[in-house]
C-alpha cells in the first residue's frame, strides 16, 4: 500500500479537487484487500496510507514496521500503535521524533495549521518517499511516479537522471528520473514549511575504530543481536520463510530462523544451470545441516521472456539490476508454497565488509601513502619512459599507478562501460548536451565525504550503504516481492546488528585483505565450514551466455534495442558495437550493459513515458 498525500492550495478548489480524486486512485490502485487506505482531509491537505493517525489539524501517515524507543511509546500496558505513538511524540518533541525511531518505516506528518509537512524514511533506506515542491505546495509519495504523474506536477523524464541509470543501472536518490522530482536518502528527512523544503540527516553510525572489546564479546554480541532480530521479525504464522542462496549471509538468517523457531525452517532458493553462477550445493548443504525443508528452482533464459515486462512495470524507475529475475522466481516460489513473509539476507556484506572491492582498493590506496616526491619524481617518469613501455612489468605498473592516482570513490566505476569508451561514442548528441556526465561523482564524492568516520573501510560501508543497499538491492528484493505478493524482513539490517557491526573495529572486521573476516570467526561452529570457506559467488545472473543460446530471448531484447535506437539517448552504432562486441568478445561483461538499455526500453513502454 503506498502513501500519497499533498499540502498547498494548488490553483483552488479546482486543483485540490483533481489531487483528492487522484489521491483516491492512487490507492485503490496500490492498496489491498488486507489493507484499507485512509484519507483525512481539509481544505489544503490530504494523506492516504495503510496507517494513519490523526489529531485536529496534525495528521501521520505511516508505511512499515518501525519501533518506537521504549521512553516514547507512552503508557505500560498499553497497546503500540506506531501512528498514534509516533504523533503523540512529535506533538512533545517536533523532528526529534525521529531520533527515536528503528525498524522500516516511510513518515509523513502533515500540520495543516502551520503549512508544515515532514517527510522520512528509516536508517538504512528500506522504506522510500519521494517529493516534488511547486509554488504553491508540496506533494509527496512512496512511489516517485505516483508523484511524476500527479496533477499541478505533471513531471517530465529528465535527462539527467537516465543518463544515471545508465552509469549505476538504478537512479540513486536523491535524484529520480522525473525532473523536479527527488527523493529521500536513507536516514533523512525533508520539512516543508513556509513554501521552501530543508532536506537534512538525522541519524549517523557511530563508528568505532579503537573499541577494545575482545573478539569472544563481540562474538557473543552478534550472535544474540541476530537471535532477536530474527525473532523480532519472524511472525507468530506458519506461512514464513527464508531466501537461501548458500552464501553466508542467507545460510545465517535461515539457520537463526529454524534455531529460534524450534522447527524447519523452509528456505527457498535459485539455480541458473552454470555452475560459475550456481550455489545451489551450497544451500542444500546448508539445509541439511539446520534441518531445513528446501525448495529450489532453476532458471531458464526462456523466463526472462515471460517476467521480463512484469519486472519492468513493477519499478516506479528504470532499475537495470539483472538479478531481479531470480529474486521474482523466488519470492513466487515462495508464494506458491503456501509461505507470504520471507526473511532476506540482504546487508551483510556492506555491514561486515564481505565486498570483494573493500580488499581490492586497499591495494590501490597504499600506493597513495607513498611519498609525493618519490611518486611523482620518481615512480611515475620512470614507468613512461619510451623503453620501459614496451616491458610487461611497466604496463603493469603503469596501470596499477593509474588506477590509485584516481580517488575514491571515482574509483569504483573504472570498470564501468560508460568511464572505459567515450562518452560522445555512446550517446547521442541532443542527450550529451542536456546533461553533465560528471554530477553522478559529485554526487558520490559528497556523500563519501560524508562519511561520519575517516577510516578507508568506514568510508567504503558507508558509501556502499547507500549506492549498494538503498538504491540498489533493497530496490531490488523490496519491489519483486511485492509483485509476488510477499511480504520481507530484512534481519541483518535490525537496529541491533548494525549497531554491533559499527562497534566491530576495522583491524578486526578486515585484517589486512581478509574479506569478512570477524564474521567468519565469528560462525565457526554455527555456519557449515563449506559455507564459510567458499568463494563469494552473489545473486547475479548469466543474463549474456542466455542471450547467445535462447532465440526467443533474442528476438524480444533485440526488439527492445531497435525501439531504443528511436528514442535518440544511445546512438544506434554504439548499440550495433554492443551486440558485436557481446557476441564476439565478453558475453557477461557486454551482457550487463545490454540487460540495462533493453530494461529502459521496456520501462518506457509499460508506464508510457515519452522520452
Known amino acids: 500500500m503506498a502513501i500519497f498525500g499533498y499540502l498547498g492550495d494548488f490553483g483552488g478548489p479546482t486543483g485540490l479537487d483533481a489531487l483528492c480524486a487522484y489521491g483516491d486512485r492512487v490507492a485503490a490502485k496500490r492498496g489491498e484487500s488486507s489493507c484499507l487506505s485512509h484519507c483525512a482531509r481539509d481544505a489544503t491537505h490530504g494523506c492516504w496510507g495503510p496507517t494513519l493517525a490523526n489529531d485536529g489539524p496534525v495528521t501521520v501517515v505511516l508505511d512499515g514496521r518501525p519501533a518506537l524507543a521504549r521512553t516514547h511509546q507512552g503508557d505500560a500496558g498499553q497497546a503500540f500503535q506506531p501512528a498514534a505513538a509516533i504523533l503523540a511524540d512529535y506533538r512533545r518533541n517536533g523532528i526529534a521524533v525521529l531520533r527515536a525511531l528503528t525498524g522500516p518505516f516511510a513518515l509523513a506528518i502533515v500540520d495543516g495549521s502551520v503549512r508544515r509537512v515532514l517527510i522520512a524514511i528509516d536508517r538504512m533506506g528500506i522504506e522510500r518517499l519521494a517529493y516534488a515542491v511547486r509554488p504553491n505546495g508540496i506533494v509527496f509519495s512512496t512511489s516517485v511516479i505516483d508523484v511524476a504523474a500527479a496533477p499541478n506536477v505533471d513531471a517530465s523524464l529528465d535527462h539527467q537522471g537516465l543518463f544515471n541509470y545508465l552509469l549505476h543501472h538504478m537512479v540513486p536518490a536523491p535524484g529520480t528520473s522525473f525532473l523536479g522530482v527527488q527523493k529521500l536518502q536513507a536516514a533523512c528527512y525533508a520539512l516543508y514549511e513556509n513554501g521552501t523544503v530543508r532536506v537534512e540527516r538525522y541519524w549517523a553510525p557511530q563508528f568505532e575504530r579503537g573499541n577494545r572489546a575482545s573478539f569472544k564479546t563481540l562474538k557473543n554480541q552478534l550472535h544474540r543481536s541476530l537471535r532477536d532480530a530474527v525473532r523480532s521479525q519472524s511472525d507468530a504464522s506458519k506461512s514464513i520463510g527464508a531466501f537461501l542462496s548458500g552464501g553466508l549471509d542467507s545460510s545465517t538468517v535461515a539457520g537463526m530462523l529454524s534455531v529460534t523457531r524450534g522447527a524447519a525452517a523452509q528456505t527457498f532458493s535459485i539455480g541458473f544451470g552454470y555452475p560459475q553462477y550456481d550455489e545451489l550445493p551450497y544451500a542444500r548443504i546448508v539445509n541439511a545441516h539446520f534441518g531445513c525443508d528446501g525448495t529450489e528452482y532453476v532458471i531458464r533464459g526462456s523466463d526472462i521472456v515471460d517476467s521480463f515486462p512484469l519486472i519492468a512495470r513493477a519499478y516506479d524507475e528504470p532499475f537495470g539490476n539483472s538479478s531481479a529475475l531470480p529474486t521474482y522466481y523466488c519470492a513466487r516460489l ?223 531484447i533485440f526488439d527492445n534495442l531497435s525501439d531504443l535506437r528511436k528514442r535518440r539517448m544511445i546512438r544506434p552504432e554504439f548499440l550495433e558495437r554492443l551486440l558485436h562486441l557481446h557476441d564476439r568478445e565478453d558475453a557477461s561483461y557486454y551482457g550487463v550493459f545490454v540487460w540495462v538499455a533493453a530494461m529502459l526500453e521496456q520501462w518506457l513502454r509499460e508506464h508510457g513515458v515519452a522520452a
Open 334 to 556: 515462495a508464494r506458491d508454497h503456501g509461505v507470504h513473509h520471507l526473511l532476506a539476507g540482504d546487508g551483510g556484506d556492506e555491514l561486515f565488509a564481505g565486498n570483494s572491492r573493500y580488499a581490492d582498493q586497499r591495494i590501490f590506496e597504499l600506493y597513495r601513502r607513498v611519498p609525493q616526491f618519490l611518486r611523482h619524481g620518481i615512480l611515475e617518469p620512470f614507468v613512461s619512459r619510451p623503453h620501459a613501455r614496451l616491458s610487461p612489468l611497466s604496463r603493469r605498473i603503469r596501470s596499477y599507478i593509474e588506477q590509485s592516482n584516481t580517488p575514491l570513490p571515482e574509483r569504483l566505476e573504472r570498470w564501468n562501460l560508460l568511464r572505459r569508451l567515450r562518452i560522445d561514442e555512446i550517446l547521442c548528441p541532443d542527450f550529451l548536451a542536456a546533461i553533465d556526465p560528471e554530477a553522478p561523482f559529485i554526487q558520490m564524492r559528497d556523500l563519501w565525504n560524508s562519511t561520519p568516520s575517516g577510516a578507508y573501510l568506514h568510508r567504503m560501508l558507508y558509501y556502499d550503504w547507500q549506492y549498494t543497499l538503498a538504491d540498489n538491492d533493497l530496490r531490488k528484493v523490496g519491489a519483486m516481492c511485492a509483485l509476488a505478493g510477499i511480504r520481507v524482513s530484512y534481519p541483518m539490517l535490525d537496529v541491533g546488528v548494525v549497531d554491533l557491526s559499527t562497534g566491530v573495529p576495522p583491524r578486526m572486521m578486515m585484517p589486512r585483505r581478509r574479506l569478512r573476516d570477524f564474521y567468519k570467526r565469528a560462525m565457526r561452529g554455527f555456519l557449515p565450514d563449506a559455507v564459510i570457506h567458499k568463494k563469494k559467488h552473489g545473486f547475479g545472473l548469466p543474463f549474456g551466455l542466455w542471450l547467445r543460446e535462447s532465440p526467443p530471448l533474442r528476438a524480444l
